[in-house]
């Protein structure tokens, strides 16, 4: 756990590990999810880790399940943000420690899936020029983590830094 910290603590928030995978287009568009004003608005894929999970797959996984996209490949990843939010869908406030992942698209092959039933309906999937999703993406998280893996920024403000010696104490 180490890095930015963005959103503000809440009560009773569940700990969770999630991701959010930034997919982009051979021109240049970012895959993005709509829900409305009520769901957050514009957002980038994401999702949370399952116990054991692998971190690739994961993210995979949650491209496929929110978008039907089978073809990406991993071209970077940012650092963990550890991020305090409310998750509208699932009606939960949580801190999640997130890795971005950004992901080529390799083609247009799509497979039918089936979304959790809390999400079925409640959001359309759109690509974004990158200026749109820098003006449309207004959640502190999955805007920093654009901004982290487009403009290739290192993080060097106030955040947390444990077991990184020598800078944790004993």
Known sequence: L???VTGEPKPNEQKRTGMV????????????RNGGPKLGGNLFIGGGLEYGEDPL????REIEEETEYTKVELVDTSEHVHHHYFAASKNVARDITATG??????????????LEENEKGKFTVEWLTPTEAEQRVTDPL???IFQQLTRNE?????GL?????????P
């Open 2 to 4: 180490h890095g930015h």
């Open 154 to 158: 290192t993080f060097a403000g106030a």
């Open 57 to 60: 797959l994961c993210a995979m």
């Open 21 to 32: 995978e930034l997919v982009k287009r051979a021109d240049g568009k970012i895959l993005a």
């Open 142 to 144: 999955h805007l920093y």
């Open 101 to 114: 992942l950004h992901f080529k698209l390799l083609g247009d092959d799509r497979v039918e899936t089936h």
């Open 161 to 169: 830094l444990p077991h990184s010696r020598p800078y944790t104490a």
